[in-house]
């Protein structure tokens, strides 16, 4: 039901379009196993620290050459909110209700 409504709002996402929330070392090593694969056309990093997101996409984009054609970009909620599939990659630092708390709030940006 939520699905469809995300649908109707931000247009068909593309099931060639992956995003990852998270670029600590589990979303990065993920974004370069999704490169290599070549399973998604774009792919989006997005963190809760914006700028780790871009750093991170910058140093995957050095190792485009050797993988298949994806572009490979950091963006935020709105842009994670076009992707077909969204990995949620986050680290279990804060306590269980705190990041169950920000990870609600995220989801939230991603649906609206």
Same mark, same amino acid.
């Given at each position: 039901?939520?699905?469809?409504?995300?649908?109707?709002?931000?247009?068909?996402?593309?099931?060639?379009?992956?995003?990852?929330?998270?670029?600590?070392?589990?979303?990065?090593?993920?974004?370069?196993?999704?490169?290599?694969?070549?399973?998604?056309?774009?792919?989006? #990093? $997005?963190?809760?620290?914006?700028?780790?997101?871009?750093? *991170? /996409?910058? =140093?995957?984009?050095?190792? %485009?050459?050797?993988?298949?054609?994806?572009?490979?970009?950091?963006?935020?909620?709105?842009? #994670? $909110?076009?992707?077909?599939?969204?990995?949620?990659?986050? *680290? /279990?630092? =804060?306590?269980?209700?705190? %990041?169950?708390?920000?990870?609600?709030?995220?989801?939230?940006?991603?649906?609206?």
């Amino acid at each position: 039901m939520r699905r469809m409504d995300i649908e109707i709002r931000t247009g068909k996402p593309s099931p060639t379009r992956c995003g990852i929330y998270g670029c600590g070392r589990t979303g990065t090593a993920i974004a370069y196993t999704l490169m290599k694969s070549g399973v998604c056309r774009d792919l989006v #990093l $997005a963190d809760p620290e914006p700028r780790r997101a871009l750093r *991170e /996409a910058a =140093a995957l984009s050095g190792a %485009l050459p050797f993988c298949s054609h994806t572009d490979i970009y950091s963006g935020d909620e709105e842009e #994670l $909110a076009e992707c077909g599939v969204i990995v949620f990659a986050l *680290e /279990a630092d =804060a306590d269980e209700e705190t %990041l169950s708390a920000n990870l609600r709030k995220t989801v939230a940006k991603i649906i609206e």
